[in-house]
């Protein structure tokens, strides 16, 4: 499983890869996390507004820092 949280690298972005790794720990589940900061990919995604979460190159959320138990629920 491949996880993507795109954002500029503000303050949510940072804690929505931290609830990410909480979410995957808790669920016993092994992905790679990689952090999008470049605007024209974080664009090429048709999102409008950051933080983004994408798995395996769909969409999932964004506009929001996504609780744990939310992403929980998008990777069950």
């Known amino acids: 499983m491949k996880i993507e ?16 790794r909480q979410a995957l720990k808790e669920l016993g589940l092994d992905a790679k996390i990689e952090k999008v900061t470049d605007m024209s990919r974080i664009m090429g995604y048709g999102i409008i507004s950051t933080p983004g ?24």
């Open 5 to 20: 949280v795109l954002g500029p690298g503000c303050l949510r972005c940072q804690n929505l890869e931290e609830n990410v």
């Open 53 to 76: 979460l994408v798995v395996d190159g769909k969409v999932v959320g964004y506009g929001k820092l996504f609780s744990v138990e939310e992403i929980k629920r998008m990777l069950s």
